[in-house]
């Protein structure tokens, strides 16, 4: 699914308009019968309707709104706001409409001052007063309407985007002038925005409704943003042909554990194992020798020669993926001998965890990288790394895109939307996992896969793509059946065949 900027979406609105053809008034008409139907599921009509329109056309949208909410036997008081004396084309149209058809409660047309009603626990209100067009922050009355809604115990649907909220880049906004929707109806497709953590206290939940936009310029259009679906996944799996013999599945090898972290070993070496490699061999401290012995018995050991963490590269030279960082720790050996062993490797390259705190502590290092590498921060790590820190969600993630483009380096941004950052500069989005998944191993989890996946011959997008979702799908499967709050990461693991097995079928 491609996600569009808000030129984009005006250039879509515009094409379906001229190519379908329908004018743009039926247009609307057609996205406030789909958003009237959305609000009829969730309220019964004995709930009375509070409509905030603005002059543009997501104004028009709420005035069709409340017309039809209107006929349908709701109580439906509507504040237009007109403050310049100038509406859209089409919301001029529709605020005829809605007075000619003698069925709303009140209509109040708002040209200098305002008094606003009273708003209580009862009472829904609909947000129509900017869309997806806003490029700046919310000032003078628009601010204390805001404000006012938000203070109020009512509910809030809002169209499109809540009021306030940008389509993209709201790093310098100001947030407490977003209305904070309990429902937002969003028109066609998800906006940048959306995908964004620290924007989820404005949308509430979000539902997207098809309004039939045209499919000719969607399928036809670049986008730089996509979210990747099962069908995408679907089409990238590799066969695994019936003759097939380990040595064809590939070798991965996996650099991970200290002293006391064997687990972080242990998650990663089965997670690449369930991923399909071949063989895999795990390169830990003698310390953790018989733990992963025991608990991983299909992997081959690997022995460092110091008992406690990771000092020497390993000859990588028969490898097909190296998966390096969990559960490493940040010895100065370690360090050292981390950085020579991902300068040194032949085969794609996975780095994680402790790997990407070492590079965050000698930042120097990042220009050593190999083309293509694969980083997979959380946000923290990301922060560290880029040694500025962030703004928020989407300063974050224009420096991690920023930062692969420049390296020429996959950068996995892990989150509830994981974001890969390519090289070419595009940024897609993942469609699954769940906060159950916010449990100590899970990243380990993702980086045993996505080395395995390598291992299994998918190039580097691939891998990511496939081990993202599938990560993300197998916690989906777990949580189903386990409930969120008590996911361990261990369970991602005995959920992956499942996860696979529905992919396939």
Same mark, same amino acid.
């Given at each position: ?132 067009? =806003? ?25 499109? =985007? ?64 996509? #979210? ?67 608990? #991983? ?16 590269? #390993? ?130 989890? =993702? ?5 395995? =996946? ?52």
């Amino acid at each position: 699914m491609k996600i569009f900027n808000s030129a984009q979406i005006h250039e879509l609105d515009n094409y379906t308009i001229e190519h379908e053809p329908i004018a743009s008034i039926d247009l609307m008409e057609r996205a406030a019968k789909a958003l009237s139907f959305a609000i009829c599921e969730q309220w019964p009509t004995m709930v009375p309707v509070v409509v905030f329109a603005g002059p543009g056309n997501n104004g028009g949208d709420a005035l069709a709104v409340a017309r039809l909410l209107a006929i349908k036997g709701y109580q439906v008081s509507v504040y237009l706001f007109n403050i310049h004396n100038h509406l859209s084309p089409d919301c001029a149209v529709n605020r005829q409409r809605a007075i000619d058809s003698h069925q709303l409660h009140s209509f109040n047309e708002i040209t200098l001052n305002f008094d606003p009603p009273h708003l209580d626990k009862d009472t829904l209100v609909v947000d129509g007063l900017f869309g997806s067009g =806003l490029n700046k922050p919310l000032a003078g009355g628009f601010a204390s309407l805001v404000k006012y809604i938000n203070a109020s115990p009512c509910e809030v649907v809002s169209i499109d =985007l809540p009021s306030g909220l940008m389509t993209e880049d709201n790093t310098y906004n100001i947030h407490a002038n977003i209305i904070r929707a309990d429902l937002t109806l969003t028109l066609q497709q998800k906006k940048l925005a959306m995908l964004m953590a620290d924007n989820q206290q404005y949308i509430g939940r979000l539902r997207v409704l098809d309004i039939r936009l045209s499919p000719e310029f969607i399928s036809q259009t670049k986008a730089r943003y996509t #979210v990747i679906e099962e069908n995408d996944i679907r089409r990238l799996l590799l066969p695994r042909d019936d003759f097939a013999h380990k040595g064809d599945m590939g070798t991965a090898m996996i650099i991970a554990g200290s002293y006391g972290m064997s687990g972080a070993a242990t998650l990663a070496a089965k997670a690449c194992l369930r991923s399909g490699a071949g063989k895999v061999y795990v390169h830990t401290p003698k310390v953790n020798s018989p733990i992963l012995q025991t608990t #991983v018995p299909e992997a081959v050991m690997s022995i460092d020669k110091e008992e406690t963490y990771f000092s020497q590269p #390993v000859n990588t030279a028969d490898f097909s993926a190296l998966g390096i960082g969990p559960g490493l720790g940040k010895h100065e050996n370690s360090a050292i001998a981390m950085i020579a062993q991902v300068r040194g490797s032949q085969c794609p390259v996975v780095l994680d965890a402790d790997a990407i705190n070492i590079l965050a502590n000698h930042r120097a290092w990042i220009q050593q990288l190999p083309q293509g590498v694969i980083l997979t921060p959380h946000p923290a790590e990301f922060d560290r790394l880029s040694g500025t820190g962030s703004s928020g969600c989407y300063d974050r993630l224009m420096k991690a895109a920023d930062m692969a483009q420049h390296y020429g380096i996959y950068i996995l941004l892990k989150g509830h939307y994981s974001a890969l950052c390519q090289p070419d500069g595009d940024i897609t989005f993942n469609s699954t996992g769940n906060s159950g998944m916010a449990t100590a191993g899970s990243g380990d989890v =993702l980086t045993g896969m996505v080395t395995g =996946l390598l291992a299994r011959g998918y190039q580097q997008r691939e891998a990511c793509l496939v081990g993202m979702y599938l990560h993300g799908l197998a916690g989906d499967m777990a949580a189903k059946d386990l409930g969120k709050e008590s996911l361990m990461a261990g369970d991602l693991i005995r959920y992956l065949p499942k996860a696979f097995l529905r992919i396939e079928e």
